[in-house]
């Protein structure tokens, strides 16, 4: 059961005591602080001229000529319920959320629940992405609109979003719909212990997909006879959530999800960095990394070990000295913290009224994972890479119920984290020995360093 709570009746506590669980949370009469136009009339009406590429929810294409937004907001309120649900998504798509409905940005932020606002506003002090250098070319977690029409009575195995998960957590609030006494939007989202799982059982039901991630590639929506296959073959049923106007809905990092609109709805998402899933955050980035080097998947916006950086340095003084850093100081090896001591700061004036009081020991390894980072970037360049034939050096699962292929690197965290069964937690330490090993040995070396069982995958007695 999804933890429902209403807007002004909770504590910041009580949310972060159910958001470490791992559950999505939903908080209803957020409309109560929501500010700005958001109905299609006036959203025609102040950016009627820009041009939009409308998306067919049936075949995930978008539209070849552009529309104007003042055609598809028409379109919005008058559907044509014999044709696939179209949507504008991610819009704007380039331009900056902030810069083009400034008025909109703003009443968005004052939406959000005020006990969560400190974790899920963009500058909120417990959003770690809040605390990336001002100069530092900060990636864009949002805001960004969602708006789609309706797809109740049509063929459900395309939905409206189809199933994806994302590594960082988000906000999704739905401040308009045709029918605000009617359920605007059905959601199901999947516990991320559950990924090895679903993961698998896509990989079984769609052969056609199994040169890739079928997660990541976002090609899938689960029919309601999907649902009740993967219930009766895995046990794992998602969380059912029926978004109305006015409520959030959070939704922890790497828990797949995906949507449908049973109306005409607009909906507005932003992403942030909680403490709480920073774990899993981490642990996802092996996975998005080789999904992107080997079927072109997005690039790489989050920047996440930078941004743990700038998190680091800011927590490690009470001058929010993160603001005076430079991305080029930092990427040669200055403006480092001598002993983490404020004074090795040159810290101008500070823009909150205390220093961040959270645990900095999940920031620590992200800090030195990005300071090797750093250095590998600059000892490999592109070109060097390419010389090395990356296609050489991939590897397919080892485990016998699995055809994956990955690099030497992806194939370890995709055993970690696709594979739980065969992976007890051991040290990291312990890990280094078969990434060492030569080439043509490191398969063999890893099977054994796991003792998987030929024949089934059951890993054997350490």
Same mark, same amino acid.
């Given at each position: 059961m999804v933890p429902t709570l209403s807007e002004g009746s909770f504590t910041r506590a009580h949310f972060v005591e159910l958001?470490?669980?791992? #559950?999505?949370?939903?908080?209803?009469?957020?409309? $109560? $602080?929501?500010? /700005?136009? *958001?109905?299609?009339?006036? +959203?025609?009406?102040? &950016? /009627? %001229?820009?041009?939009?590429?409308?998306?067919?929810c049936e075949t995930n294409e978008a539209a070849k000529k552009p529309w104007k937004a003042k055609e598809?907001?028409?379109?919005?309120?008058?559907?044509?319920? !014999? !044709? =696939?649900? #179209? !949507? +504008?998504?991610?819009w704007p798509p380039s331009k900056s959320f902030r810069t083009t409905f400034s008025d909109l940005f703003d009443g968005f932020l004052r939406s959000i629940p005020a006990s969560c606002q400190d974790i899920a506003r963009v500058d909120g002090k417990f959003n770690l992405a809040a605390h990336y250098a001002k100069n530092g070319n900060a990636p864009d977690l949002g805001p960004k609109m969602y708006i789609a029409t309706g797809s109740e009575g049509y063929d459900d195995r395309h939905g409206t979003t189809r199933l994806h998960l994302?590594?960082?957590?988000?906000?999704?609030?739905?401040?308009?719909?045709?029918? $605000?006494?009617?359920?605007?939007?059905v959601w199901h989202i999947f516990d991320a212990n559950c990924a090895g799982d679903l993961w698998q059982f896509l990989h079984d039901t769609h052969p056609n997909l199994r040169s890739c991630d079928p997660i990541h590639s976002q090609c899938v929506y689960? %029919?309601?006879?999907?649902?009740?296959?993967?219930? %009766?073959?895995?046990?794992?049923? =998602? *969380?059912?959530?029926?978004?109305? &106007? /006015?409520?959030?809905?959070?939704i922890p990092a790497g828990c797949a999800h995906q949507v449908r609109n049973l109306q005409s709805a607009i909906k507005v998402a932003c992403d942030f960095v909680s403490i709480q899933n920073l774990d899993r955050t981490l642990a996802l980035l092996g996975e998005q990394r080789v999904h992107r080097l080997f079927h072109q998947g997005p690039e790489d916006v989050l920047q996440l070990h930078t941004l743990l950086w700038y998190a680091w340095l800011s927590t490690c003084s009470s001058n929010n000295a993160?603001?005076?850093?430079? #991305?080029?100081? @930092?990427e040669d090896g200055e403006d480092m913290p001598r002993g983490f001591d404020s004074s090795a700061f040159s810290a101008g004036p500070s823009e909150t009224s205390a220093p961040m009081r959270v645990s900095t020991s999940k920031l620590a390894d992200g800090v030195q994972v990005a300071l090797r980072k750093k250095k590998a970037r600059a000892k490999h360049s592109k070109s060097t890479y390419?010389? $090395? /034939? +990356?296609?050489?050096?991939?590897? =397919?699962?080892?485990? =016998? !119920?699995? @055809?994956? @292929?990955?690099?030497r690197g992806g194939l370890i965290d995709h055993l970690i984290m696709r594979h739980p069964d065969i992976y007890d937690g051991t040290d990291e330490n312990r890990l280094r020995k078969p990434r060492k090993v030569p080439h043509d040995g490191f398969l063999i070396a890893l099977s054994q360093f796991y003792k998987i069982r030929p024949e089934d995958g059951v890993p054997l007695e350490r």
């Open positions: 958001w470490a669980s791992g #559950m999505p949370v939903v908080v209803s009469n957020v409309d $109560r $602080r929501l500010q /700005g136009r *958001w109905n299609p009339e006036e +959203l025609s009406h102040d &950016y /009627g %001229s820009e041009k939009v590429f409308p998306v067919d598809f907001f028409q379109y919005l309120q008058n559907p044509d319920a !014999k !044709k =696939p649900p #179209m !949507k +504008l998504k991610d994302d590594v960082t957590d988000a906000i999704n609030v739905l401040p308009w719909c045709a029918d $605000r006494k009617s359920v605007a939007a689960l %029919s309601d006879d999907m649902l009740a296959s993967l219930a %009766s073959q895995y046990g794992v049923r =998602p *969380w059912t959530i029926h978004q109305r &106007y /006015g409520q959030a809905v959070f993160a603001d005076q850093f430079d #991305m080029e100081r @930092i390419a010389a $090395r /034939g +990356l296609q050489s050096e991939t590897y =397919p699962c080892p485990h =016998p !119920k699995c @055809i994956g @292929i990955f690099n």
